[in-house]
């Protein structure tokens, strides 16, 4: 089923540690996203991708890191996590600049 | 600033209709866009509008209005399935997305 695919589902982590969060398509879409959601903010963007070699920062990109090395894939790393980075994230991707987004399941991740 | 307003939270009965509502100010305006978020699941596209007027999909329609800056959406023949949080995001000028903090809908029997 074609879509996009995030891993892990869910993962608790302890503050400082190193973190990559994966988000795989297979839609063939150009632009890519990741978001964190937390509850009474709605989804803040973090990193996105226009197309593979290229990156830009969202609204709310410290503390994280992106590469787009393919059109498929768009990992996401928390060089060294800390708590208020608690919340879900969600990749994201579209075909054309009016197209939807397409979200992944997401990930529920935890810093302790 | 860019900002987009909608009603945090709203009730309604099964069987009924609902409006929920969705205001926004933006750096301009490439059409806008309605999901349903169930809880602990991914936001699903609903229905997308760029120009005035209403879009109807079965039991859900939208509306949009760029000359004042709102939309809504209509929920008719309201479902228990339909207890969700719906999310109003606009494209900007920049074909940048713009998110509200969404809408949660209790539906009741």
């Known amino acids: 089923i074609a879509g996009i695919t995030q891993a892990p589902t869910s993962q608790i982590l302890a503050a400082g540690r190193r973190m990559t969060l994966r988000c795989t398509q297979d839609?063939?879409?150009?632009?890519m996203y990741w978001y964190r959601q937390d509850l009474g903010l709605g989804l803040r963007l973090i990193h996105y991708?226009?197309?593979?070699?290229?990156?830009g920062k969202g609204e709310v990109p410290d503390g994280y890191s992106v590469s787009r090395a393919n059109t498929d894939d768009f990992p996401l790393t928390l060089a060294s996590a800390v708590p208020s980075q608690t919340s879900v994230y969600f990749c994201?991707?579209?075909?054309?600049?009016?197209?939807?987004?397409?979200f992944g399941n997401g990930t529920r991740l935890t810093v302790t | 600033g860019q900002n987009i307003d909608q009603p945090t939270e709203m009730t309604a009965t099964e069987g009924a209709i609902v409006q929920i509502n969705c205001t926004y100010q933006?750096?301009?305006?490439?059409?806008l866009f309605w999901y349903q978020q169930h809880a602990g699941e991914a936001p699903t596209f609903l229905s997308y509008?760029?120009l005035d007027g209403l879009e109807e999909k079965g039991r859900f329609s939208s509306f949009l209005s760029r000359s004042k800056g709102y939309s809504y959406l209509l929920l008719k023949e309201l479902q228990m399935k339909d207890s969700a949080s719906y999310l109003c995001?606009?494209?900007?000028?920049?074909?940048?997305?713009?998110w509200g903090a969404g809408t949660k809908l209790i539906i009741k029997p």
């Open positions: 839609m063939r879409h150009n632009a």
């Open positions: 991708s226009n197309t593979a070699g290229t990156t």
């Open positions: 995001a606009v494209i900007d000028s920049n074909y940048q997305l713009i």
């Open positions: 933006t750096s301009g305006f490439n059409g």
């Open positions: 509008n760029v």
């Open positions: 994201a991707s579209r075909d054309s600049d009016n197209s939807p987004l397409h």
